[in-house]
């Protein structure tokens, strides 16, 4: 299938406040949220149309159909049955994760993330009043790797007793192994660290690749873990809420549901539920053609940048991760060179210091956006 942009009405630059605010401009291309600024499946539109257009918008329970059409959803497109798992509705990933941080450790304690990576988790871990404990990732000739030794000492600490593993990985485009998923998840199981796999991106490997699920892939490990899935990265629905939460520790699956409890996460969205549930029955052709158009723009981005800046391998997301370490340029000069060449990219050192010298940008756009920022960072050089 393919998109027509031309009649797709949803400004790029829908949120000119925050625009401005983090860049000091709001006259910029934005490609720095994680979104798909493509015209949104026609089956989610329409059931978000319909249910809204009944008029009644009250207390309603979830229907088992919503959870249902997630599970057909993955073993039809990643081979993951839900048998035996525990599948908890939570509103957002960083709910979840927050919860589960809260859950499984103490204050002091240490949670173990992987820079550069998506911003939430440091804040979420330092507010929590837990030790941030950093295993950055490798940078070598293949591209990314998660260091396995470093996170062999790292996690015999006994101050370490969470890790926050993000498959597919945000910014950098990797799309872990069975074989790295399972090397991490046998050392976690040796020091006792529970995993939180944040899977939110899963489905956006790109045609080439298969995801791995972190649940298939450390089966019989004797890892204690969870997951993060959801509609919300997919589909662009963020702004609806509704995530899931997979475990198959009932240990885990009830501290998550009592604090669910406690703190009223239970409450539904009633547009959000009809979205999710249309996402998951018919979106299957509409994200197969955001992954065409993410591969055909990733080629584009590829071939119309020269020496100096360059696409870094790509396995999964919709967003590139740039190199501009040619460009010799500090950390406050890199953004600033980029607000002058017209473009809100988010700057690599936002998910770590490893990011500094790299820029990230969404590509789930018009081909005539990426020209467009194409020429403009061409121009500016
Ligand atoms: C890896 C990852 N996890 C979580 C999120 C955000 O999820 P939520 O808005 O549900 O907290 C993002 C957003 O870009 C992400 O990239």
């Avoid at 073993?75 to 957002?92: D, F």
């Avoid at 450790?105 to 240490?110: A, F, I, N, V």
Wanted: net charge negative; with cysteine.
């Amino acid at each position: 299938m393919s998109f027509d942009f031309t009649a797709h009405e949803r400004s790029l630059a829908v949120d000119q406040q925050r625009l401005s605010s983090l860049f000091g401009s709001g006259d910029l291309l934005p490609l720095w949220i994680a979104e798909p600024y493509v015209p949104l499946a026609e089956p989610v539109r329409t059931a978000i149309e319909t249910r809204s257009a009944a008029g009644w918008y009250g207390y309603e329970t979830r229907p088992d159909a919503v959870k249902e059409a997630f599970w057909a959803w993955m073993s039809r497109r990643h081979s993951w049955s839900g048998q035996g798992l525990s599948t908890i509705v939570s509103p957002s990933v960083g709910t979840s994760i927050g919860v589960l941080i809260e859950e499984l450790t103490q204050p002091g304690d240490g949670v173990l993330i992987q820079p550069p990576v998506f911003t939430d988790f440091k804040p979420l871990i330092a507010r929590a009043g837990r030790t941030v404990v950093r295993n950055p990732l490798v940078l070598g000739e293949g591209g990314y790797q998660m260091d396995l030794d470093q996170l062999a000492a790292l996690t015999a600490e006994s101050s370490v007793k969470l890790m926050i593993l993000c498959n597919p990985h945000n910014p950098v485009g990797r799309l872990w192994t069975e074989e790295e998923l399972r090397a991490a998840a046998a050392i976690c199981t040796e020091n006792q660290v529970v995993v939180v796999a944040d899977e939110i991106h899963a489905d956006l490997a790109l045609p080439t690749m298969q995801f791995a699920p972190f649940a298939k892939a450390a089966a019989n490990t004797g890892v204690r873990w969870a997951a993060t899935h959801g509609p919300i990265k997919t589909f662009g629905l963020a702004g609806m809420c509704d995530t899931l939460l997979i475990t198959d520790d009932g240990e885990i699956a009830e501290g998550f549901k009592g604090a669910s409890s406690r703190l009223h996460l239970t409450r539904n969205n009633v547009i959000a539920t009809s979205a999710f549930e249309a996402a998951y029955t018919s979106g299957g052709d509409w994200l197969d053609g955001l992954l065409d158009l993410v591969t055909g723009n990733l080629e584009r981005l590829h071939n119309g940048l020269g020496e100096a800046i360059s696409v870094m391998p790509h396995e999964a997301t919709y967003l590139a991760w740039i190199d501009f370490r040619r460009l010799g340029l500090d950390v406050p000069q890199l953004k600033d060179w980029l607000v002058g060449a017209g473009l809100a990219l988010s700057p690599g050192h936002w998910f770590g210091r490893e990011g500094a010298g790299f820029a990230r940008m969404s590509i789930a756009v018009d081909p005539a956006v990426i020209d467009e920022a194409v020429r403009r960072l061409n121009d500016h050089l």
